[in-house]
Structures are given as structure tokens and as C-alpha cells.
């Protein structure tokens, strides 16, 4: 059996562990101790909170001289904090039948016997491995009737409604975003992390745990002011998992983890909804139609060397940033000028670039300027390859790939009509490793109240193909964005 554990928790625990359900007395010197002889343990348990029952029903050679007793310690110990791990008692009888409520994590599962007549204690441990069903799969952001809500994907089955299955109601307005934010916690100095979505609706918001699906925060509650209008745009999470920003009218607001957003930084700055996260958040101003970074809770000017990314007197049309996966971490930059015309910007995006002790460094890799005419500057929706620079577009159901040397118009396919297109990504995870697991470009459209996702491989040179391991997704309402998690992580939104 399994019993190689951190051996601070097992000194931590010995003490607790003696005292648990029964006294322990097996250091009493009782020579007429009879062997306790069990079978039926495996050396690990793997079990969905909110779904399984653990079921363990072990045979116990002269069980009727024992009492027992089923005891889970959480493996989840912080020596700087006060308060040893608690023990929860799950049965006083020999067969375990046992409804799982825990917390996702690792535990030990421990059975104790004791002998009715010496009171000597034999204790007998398993692992036990706890997740939730929410922790793999894909969420799929809806509207539908002016409802906010996840539909969840999962092997075997699907959640449609997810926010409501869990808190009895969705989010009002019409989806927005949808973003994983890790290591959230209950106050800033707790170390007791969980991972979450940051969800975002035209008319509200809400911060739901991913493990057991409740709200953790809602609008009305996840400001210390809150601000004057009521109007959430974007979400972005930094590589910093810290933090997270909130675009909300034009203004940007900061959770630190543990904490509330906090008033946002005197400035001018009219925030636009188009943003994107680079080592730092890549901000985009609509009065001085500037690119800005934020540095920590500050805004900060971009470098000299960046110059050109700044009073453009264009408008920014979308941006996407590749900071994982790629050997140099970029950023894709659109602006559209008064005459239609467009301009391709490419640049670095690491903390040397745009950080002042990279003053010598260049920021900006190579731009390509597009006319009027070019099917990009009149797309319906864009988006990138998080791996190479080719860009997607669609126009009027034609799915286009075009790339930032040559700007040709390579159309890939056609989608039916009738069909709009109301979400296009780049999936892949985990997004920092070379050997994705996942990788598909994603597109997705509604008809009469149903939505579809389609699932795509793509090429080495970008082009798309119907995927050959993942079938389409069929739904009611529309589909905004799509996020993927596995072991409770997730994807980043491209």
C-alpha cells in the first residue's frame, strides 16, 4: 500500500491521528494481541465529488471483535498556518458507503480497527484522489432568451445551463466573455486556492468556482466602489495569475486574488473593450488611440521604441497575443484608419520589450498595411493562430486565411446559409507545452435558436480541416466563447 507521504503533514497529523474515533492504546504492552488480518483495500481511490458514492467493503478476519471507524485527512497542509488539518469522520461501520462532498484534492483515507477488548487500534491507509466532474471538458459560453450561461461538454454527457444547475439562476444580458482565472482564495492571506470562471455579460458579471460551480462573487459584490455605470466589457486574465482586469465603461478595474476590484488609476484613458495580455496587459486608449501596458495596478506609457504604436489616429480592431506558446511571445495588432484602410502591426510582447530596462531593445517586429478593399478590413469576425501568423476572417459565411508577408485571400470554405457566425478560436491546451493535447480551431454559429460548434485540425501552412477526432456540437441559443479544461486548468482565450 501507498505511504509515502510529506513527512511535515504525517508529524503534524501523528498526534490527531492517535486521538481519532477511538483512543489508541497500542503501546500498551498487551501480549495477547491477535493479528488483524484485511483484505479488500486497494492502494488508491479515484472518486467525482457530487457524483460518486465510495464504496469499500473489506473483509475483516473476526470482524466481531472490532470496532471500526473511516477517517480522510486533506494532503492540503500549510505549516505557516496556526491550525492542523481536521480529520472528517465518514462511517463507524465496517463497509464504507459514503456520498463524496469533499473538496477536490489529494487525501488520506484511513480505516481503523480496534480490538473491543485491548482498545488497541490497528490503522490501515489508502490515497484518495478527489476532482468534480466540471474539471474536464468544454464550456461553451451561451445567450439565449437574454440568459447568460455555460452549456458543459464532458465525456459521457453534457450540463446545459451549467451556472443555473448549480445557483438556480444564469447571468442576465447577452454573453460577453468568459475566462479561466486560477488561485483564487477566500482572502488575501489564505492558502486556500481554487480555481475559477470570470464570466461577463452586457448587463452583469459573476466569479463561479470551477469545482463545485457555485458563485463566488456577482457584480454587486466583487467592487470595493462600485463604479457609476454599470457596464462590463471585457475580462482579462494576466500571466500574473495574481490579478485579474475588468474593462467596466471605459475604465479598467483590479481584483488582487482575495480582495475586491479596487477604484481604477487616475487618468484620461477611454479603454476600449479590444485587449489582449502579453507579459503585461496590452491596453488599447480611444482618446490618444495609443496602445497602453499596465504595470502592476498602474498604467504605464509604451517605450520610445514602440513609438509607433502610439497616437495612431486609427482604430483598433482586434488584437491577440501568444505569449506561451510560441519561442518569442508576440502580438497581433489591427487598427482601421479614417480611409479604410488597415495596418498589420507584429510586436514583442516579453517583459524585456516593453518594460524600461529593455530600452535598447526594438518592440515592434514588422508591420503590413492593408487597403480598403481587402476582405480583413470588412471581416465579420477575425482571429489568429496562436502558433503562426496567419489570421482568419470570416464574410458572409466565407471562412478566409490570410497571412502579414503577402496579405493574400485564401478562402478555405463556405459555412451553410442561414447560419451566423458568432464565435471564432484558436483552442489549444495546455498552451505551454509543445505536446498540446488539444488543438483545434474553432468556429461557431446559430440558426433558429440552435447553435453549432464545429471543430477544425489545422495544417502546418493553416489551413483547416473538418477535425478528424471531435464531432460537432449542437445546442439551443448562440455561442460567444469557447474555453477547454482539464485537471481543473484551462485554456487561454485566442
Known amino acids: 500500500m501507498k505511504?509515502?507521504?510529506?513527512?511535515?503533514?504525517?508529524?503534524?497529523?501523528?498526534?490527531?491521528?492517535?486521538?481519532?474515533?477511538?483512543?489508541?492504546?497500542?503501546?500498551?504492552?498487551t501480549d495477547d494481541l491477535l493479528p488483524v488480518l484485511v483484505s479488500g483495500l486497494d492502494n488508491q481511490y479515484e472518486v467525482y465529488s457530487y457524483r460518486d458514492i465510495l464504496r469499500i467493503d473489506p473483509t475483516v478476519q473476526n470482524e466481531n471483535r472490532y470496532e471500526f471507524c473511516w477517517l480522510v485527512y486533506s494532503t492540503k497542509y500549510n505549516p505557516n498556518e496556526p491550525a492542523l488539518p481536521k480529520a472528517?469522520?465518514?462511517?463507524?461501520?465496517?463497509?464504507?458507503?459514503?456520498?463524496?462532498?469533499?473538496?477536490p484534492g489529494q487525501y488520506i483515507l484511513i480505516f481503523n480497527v480496534q480490538d473491543k477488548e485491548t482498545k488497541v487500534t490497528t490503522k490501515i491507509t489508502s490515497d484518495l484522489f478527489v476532482s468534480t466532474l466540471n474539471m474536464k471538458g468544454w464550456y461553451l459560453l451561451t445567450t439565449e432568451n437574454n440568459k447568460t450561461d455555460f452549456d458543459f461538454i464532458y465525456s459521457g454527457g453534457r450540463i446545459d445551463k451549467w451556472i443555473k444547475s448549480y445557483n438556480g439562476e444564469s447571468l442576465d444580458g447577452n454573453a460577453i466573455k468568459a475566462i479561466f482565472s486560477p488561485q483564487m482564495k477566500p482572502t488575501p492571506t489564505s492558502s486556500n486556492t481554487y480555481n475559477t470562471f470570470f464570466v461577463i455579460s452586457d448587463k452583469d458579471a459573476g466569479i463561479y468556482r470551477i469545482d463545485n460551480g457555485l458563485k463566488e462573487m456577482g457584480y454587486n459584490d466583487?467592487?470595493?466602489?462600485?463604479?457609476?455605470?454599470k457596464k462590463p466589457e471585457t475580462i482579462l486574465q494576466p500571466t500574473s495569475t495574481m490579478y485579474s482586469i475588468l474593462i467596466n465603461d471605459g475604465k479598467m478595474y483590479i481584483l488582487n486574488k482575495g480582495g475586491r476590484f479596487a477604484h481604477p488609476p487616475v487618468s484620461t484613458?477611454?479603454?476600449?473593450?479590444?485587449?489582449?495580455?502579453?507579459?503585461?496587459?496590452?491596453?488599447?486608449?480611444?482618446?490618444?488611440?495609443?496602445?497602453?501596458?499596465?504595470?502592476?495596478?498602474?498604467?504605464?506609457?509604451?517605450?520610445?521604441?514602440?513609438?509607433?504604436?502610439?497616437?495612431m489616429n486609427a482604430d483598433i480592431v482586434w488584437i491577440a497575443s501568444y505569449i506561451n506558446v510560441r519561442s518569442q511571445a508576440i502580438a497581433l495588432l489591427l487598427v482601421r484608419k479614417a480611409d479604410g484602410s488597415g495596418t498589420v502591426f507584429k510586436f514583442n510582447v516579453l517583459f524585456q520589450?516593453?518594460?524600461?530596462?529593455?530600452?535598447?531593445?526594438?518592440?515592434?517586429?514588422?508591420?503590413?498595411?492593408?487597403?480598403?478593399?481587402?476582405?480583413?478590413?470588412?471581416?465579420?469576425?477575425?482571429?489568429?493562430?496562436?502558433?503562426?501568423?496567419?489570421?482568419?476572417?470570416?464574410?458572409?459565411?466565407?471562412i478566409y486565411q490570410t497571412d502579414i508577408n503577402s496579405a493574400p485571400e485564401?478562402?478555405?470554405?463556405?459555412?451553410?446559409?442561414?447560419?451566423?457566425?458568432t464565435c471564432m478560436q484558436h483552442v489549444r491546451f495546455p498552451d505551454s507545452s509543445a505536446a498540446s493535447t488539444i488543438n483545434y480551431f474553432v468556429i461557431a454559429t446559430t440558426a433558429n435558436g440552435k447553435y453549432k460548434v464545429r471543430f477544425y485540425d489545422i495544417s502546418t501552412i493553416g489551413e483547416l480541416a473538418p477535425s478528424s477526432s471531435m464531432s460537432d456540437i449542437e445546442g439551443n441559443g448562440s455561442v460567444t466563447c469557447v474555453n477547454y479544461l482539464e485537471q481543473g486548468n484551462g485554456s487561454r482565450i485566442y
Request: net charge negative.
Open 410 to 421: 485564401k478562402l478555405l470554405f463556405t459555412l451553410p446559409a442561414g447560419e451566423t457566425i
Open 88 to 103: 472528517d469522520t465518514l462511517s463507524f461501520t465496517k463497509n464504507l458507503d459514503y456520498e463524496v462532498f469533499l473538496e
Open 3 to 29: 505511504k509515502t507521504y510529506n513527512l511535515l503533514l504525517i508529524i503534524a497529523l501523528f498526534p490527531i491521528m492517535l486521538h481519532s474515533c477511538f483512543e489508541d492504546r497500542s503501546d500498551d504492552g
Open 222 to 229: 466583487m467592487f470595493f466602489t462600485a463604479p457609476d455605470n
Open 353 to 398: 520589450y516593453l518594460y524600461a530596462y529593455g530600452s535598447g531593445t526594438p518592440i515592434i517586429e514588422s508591420t503590413k498595411d492593408f487597403s480598403p478593399s481587402h476582405g480583413l478590413m470588412n471581416a465579420d469576425k477575425i482571429a489568429g493562430n496562436c502558433e503562426y501568423d496567419y489570421i482568419y476572417y470570416a464574410k458572409n459565411n466565407n
Open 269 to 311: 484613458y477611454k479603454l476600449s473593450p479590444v485587449a489582449a495580455v502579453g507579459a503585461m496587459p496590452l491596453l488599447f486608449d480611444e482618446n490618444s488611440k495609443s496602445i497602453v501596458l499596465v504595470d502592476g495596478v498602474n498604467f504605464q506609457a509604451m517605450r520610445s521604441l514602440g513609438s509607433d504604436l502610439t497616437n
